[in-house]
């Protein structure tokens, strides 16, 4: 079991509309986000979904055994809810593997939820806070589960996790001060960040930590010191990133990489030129995505891989407004991201010279893209709550 | 799923499963309480053996051993027996472990932690590798273990090389040996003993020649051929490409906006300026940081430039740039005749120059220029309009007013890396009838024409135009990239000499025959060779296909731009123009400035501005909305001090923004060829 019961009859199923009605919901700004999308049909949410749950966690996924994968595979194919639902409720035993990785799972199921715009009942909320609360260290950060380590990848998961179900009370059950001192004790004296207490340095772990940082809006020079430098060293001849200095480049560093130089505004410093090159490159005959060179196209790497692509197209097509505010940073950047976005969608979609695969692509989930912030892959509206929240208890 | 077959559990095997996650959740409740009550027993040590056997993932387990160890070693250190024993241990752990799933980060990084200790045997672990990789010859796991244990143990880099190429010869696909081996020969040839660049590319060329040609659809071979292409064409130690004003030339330099009356002299080295300074602009081949006035001297009898400020050219928050500028103050004031002044400018006589990949400017280089400084003309010139559609003269360029398009002879050992591009080239003209075999012949022409030392001829350039020209056909999935390694080229081609160049200036007869460089009609979806242009004030882009005007940020000169007939789409592709603070004139009508504008209800923030410095300042406190709906193109405009500005023709063209406008440019008298009123 993986941690917070739910009796499934109570689930309801509500749908957005409903949502809004609500009385205790604090997310009346976001209403009218969500209500001016144009509706989508069940396939293209199948397909966002796909696409979505694996930018959630690639390197994970990479790098998780076969029972994990397979549960992650089947929350991106299932478009029931049901599923969803059931799955917060209680895991088969052959999840056992993801004991370590409890956060990841809510993350991954409320995260889903979100992007089909439906919200959890508040049974299941509570019931959801109560369980990362208890995965929070007395020192900061969250572990695996109750009792386990602080981890890098489990506090992003629950960070993310909490801000999507959003609302004061979840917010505030996170320990920024304690999440600050956390992080600090996590970075290393080569600028990057370790995943958790005498573990291992690498790009994940330093896209993890200035992700929660910035959404908490608890970064500053200590956390920043060095990193750029270390991402820096961390990018090779073709352009891509791998996930520590000398490694062969990779999708899910390179986007790790990639975001967290957005998010300490200094991705200025990396060759955006080979970094394009190399990313288009990855796109094989098929044209579907490998993650590393000359390695099978894999479905998983298709949202990665474009939505590098899209990150760079508002960087590098698009010219920029790299610099301009310091403080807003996380406002600032993300409308950024999402006019270049915004501006490659439409630009693709209508010239008569676009390659198939950006139609095929790109604008396939254009439609969809619009709610999830690239670079924390939490639904925008929620980011919003959040980042407002968080600059607020600054 | 990564290569994996997936099936469906049978029942028998789903009740297995569920006896195993009950004895699972034991375990696990009984290491936990071991690990809080920081219980180190052989017992307790084994109960983490077991669950670390089932869930290689339990990171708190791995983290329980190490500490169980040191325990133990504190106790233990004066018995090696006994040490030793303890740490095969913990490999002989981290080895079952990966057997259950070879990808576990903590596993990998526990064996890592353990063979620090130094009381491990290294041979076992490259024997070990060995196993590992011919399972799986990609994990990347693997590859970064391996250079772990050889940085570990010294083993030779040449032994390493050895092993790659044996990887490579069993299977030419596999890029992970490729990736690897272009790692280590980096670092060979940067220490270069034994290993001359001129001798081991040219080998390397041989081998990547053998898995290109057995297969030509494999990718391997070809990503590592570009990086040997890169070794051959790119040197590491940055150098300088280009300066404003170039070495030997004379400019003359007016204050006022208004111009010289008499041209006895090149327009082309004229400049007048409102700001009473002129810029020196240094271009370098790759963003450098580190230029200021300890690196670089400026020694001149103009004035007030005894602290010069060096600036990049980019990024404000970013502190490397491949332009730097520093302005230089001259006095105008005085009795009208002209003065003439000596500068001399030495770059990197004391180190600090420093790239972004941490390479030293190790060439110091010295250059000196005339500068002549007129009186002050007042004349008021706000009244012209610049029309841009006539009034164009050809102009009768002489070579000499061309010289600084020569390039700054700098490159050393250029011989063997021309030899090396000659004989590719020769090899792959044969080999063009593929995509790649396309493209990696544009490429290496492209290269050639980078390290010729006398340049090549426009021919060779309309080779690599024709062969993108191909590509764009052949392979419209990456139409794009090509399209803009054209334009690269196409823009190549132009600065390539004083004749090419020479074609595309003109004389603009409305402002006292200033000379215009036109690369209109060029269908240009990117700007390129910035670093020849940093002479011109007066550039025509219009009806090409630019998205943005990155790039022209060098061209601190510039103070009339025509982008119209373009595709820029908003406000923030024209960003790079704040850095022009000599621009005057901008028209950017007929382009899709505002047609998918960022519709901040639909996106995240009311606007970017919600709690940021904007409400400090004047117009954004009296025309907050139109300031919130406009917010892009205000980021822009604010930081121009353009007198004439031309945008019908884009959607976002229309009465609202058109009183924004004035208010954001105080400076605007022109709006639309219109007089702005007041």
Known sequence: QLGFRVDLSQLNRRRRERRFEHPSNHRGKGGGVMEELPSITVSQREQFLVENDVFGMYSYFDSSDIATQKFMVEIQRDKQLDYLMNGLRQLGPSFSSLDANRPWVCYWIIHSIALLGESVDDDLENNAIDFLGRCQGSDGGYGGGPGQLPHLATSYAAVNTLVTLGGEKAFSSINREQMACFLRRMKDTNGGFRMHNMGEIDVRACYTAISIASILNIVDDELTRGLGDYILSCQTYEGGIGGEPGSEAHGGYTYCGLATMILINEVDRLNLDSLMNWIVHRQGVEMGFQGRTNKLVDGCYTFWQVNLLTLLVSFVADGGFRDKLRKPRDFYHTCYCLSGLSVAQHAWSKDEDTPPLTRDILGGYANHLEPVHLLHNVVMDRYNEAIEFFHRAA | ?678
């Open chain 2, 1 to 678: 799923m990564h290569g994996r077959p997936r099936k469906a559990y049978k029942p028998e095997e789903e009740a297995a499963s569920a006896a195993k996650a009950v004895k699972l959740r034991s375990l696990q409740n009984q290491f936990m309480s071991n690990h809080h009550a920081k219980i180190y027993t052989k017992e307790a040590i084994d109960l983490s053996t077991k669950l670390l056997e089932i869930n290689p993932e339990a990171y708190t387990a791995w983290n329980y051993r190490k500490l169980a160890v040191e325990d133990t070693l504190s106790r233990e250190e004066s018995n090696p027996d006994l040490v030793k024993s303890i740490l095969d241990e913990e490999l002989k752990v981290v080895e079952s472990a990966l057997r259950q799933n070879f990808k576990s980060y903590g596993a990998w990084h526990h064996r890592k932690w353990v063979l620090r200790k130094g009381h491990s045997s290294v041979g076992n672990e490259l024997r070990l590798l060995d196993k590992f990789q011919t399972l799986d010859s990609r994990n990347f796991h693997a590859w970064n273990y391996r250079r772990f244990v050889v940085e570990l143990t010294n083993r030779s880099k040449e032994d390493e090389l050895k092993y790659t190429e044996d990887m490579i010869s069993k299977d030419f696909s596999n890029y992970s040996a490729w990736h690897n081996r272009s790692v280590l020969l980096s670092s060979l040839l940067a220490k270069a003993e034994g290993f001359m660049p001129n001798e081991k590319i040219p080998d390397e060329y041989k081998l990547v020649h053998d898995a290109i040609f057995t297969d030509e659809d494999d990718q391997s071979g070809w990503f590592y051929h570009l990086w040997l292409l890169d070794q051959t064409v790119n040197v590491e130690t940055p150098l300088l490409t280009s300066s404003w004003p170039s070495h030997g030339s004379c400019i003359n330099l007016s204050g006022g906006a208004g111009c010289l009356k008499d041209s006895s002299s090149s327009k082309l080295t004229t400049l007048c300026s409102d700001l009473g300074s002129f810029p020196l602009i240094l271009y370098f081949d790759q963003a450098v940081g580190g230029v200021s006035s300890s690196t670089v001297t400026v020694d001149s009898e103009l004035r007030g430039n005894e602290d010069l400020v060096w600036e990049p050219v980019s990024n404000k928050n970013s502190q490397v740039s491949s332009v730097w500028v520093a302005h230089l103050k001259f006095m105008s004031s005085e009795p009208c005749f002209p003065k003439e002044y000596t500068v001399k400018v030495r770059i990197g006589n004391s180190p600090g120059i420093v790239s972004s990949r941490g390479c030293n400017f190790s060439t110091p280089y010295e250059f000196v220029f005339t500068a002549h400084v007129h009186d002050t003309v007042r004349e008021d010139s706000q009244e012209v309009v610049v029309s841009w559609t006539d009034g164009f003269d050809i102009w009768d360029a002489q070579s000499k007013d061309l010289n600084f398009l020569v390039n700054l002879d700098q490159q050393m050992g250029l011989k063997w890396r021309q030899e090396a591009i000659e004989e590719e080239i020769e090899l792959f003209r044969a080999l063009s009838d593929s995509k790649i075999g396309k493209l990696t012949l544009a490429r290496l022409l492209m290269a050639k024409a980078m390290i010729s030392e006398n340049g090549v001829k426009g021919v060779h350039y309309e080779e690599i135009l024709e062969l993108y020209n191909d590509l764009m056909v052949l392979d419209s999935s990456h139409y794009h990239y090509y399209k803009d390694e054209h334009s690269v080229a196409s823009l190549h081609k132009v600065t390539s000499s004083t004749e090419s160049l020479s074609r595309h200036l003109f004389r603009y007869r409305d402002m006292n025959n200033s000379v215009c460089l036109r690369l209109n009609n060029l269908s240009l979806s990117r700007i390129a060779s910035v670093e020849k242009l940093l002479f011109v004030q007066m550039l025509d882009l219009s009806h090409n296909e630019l998205h943005s005007t990155e790039g022209l940020e060098a061209m601190q000169l510039l103070s009339c731009l025509n982008l119209s007939h373009n595709r820029i789409r908003s406000f923030s592709a024209l960003d790079s123009l704040r850095h022009l603070k000599q621009l005057r004139v901008l028209d950017v009508s007929h382009n899709n400035i505002g047609e998918h504008s960022v519709d901040t209800t639909r996106y995240l923030c009311s606007s970017p501005l919600s709690n940021s410095e904007w409400t400090e300042d004047e117009v954004g406190r009296q025309m907050t909305s139109l300031v919130t709906k406009y917010w892009d193109a205000y980021f822009v405009l604010r930081d121009l001090n353009l007198k004439q500005l031309d945008i019908a023709g884009n959607m976002i063209a229309g009465d609202e923004f058109y009183t924004l406008v004035p208010q954001v440019v105080p400076t605007l008298v022109w709006l639309n060829g219109h007089r702005v009123r007041s």
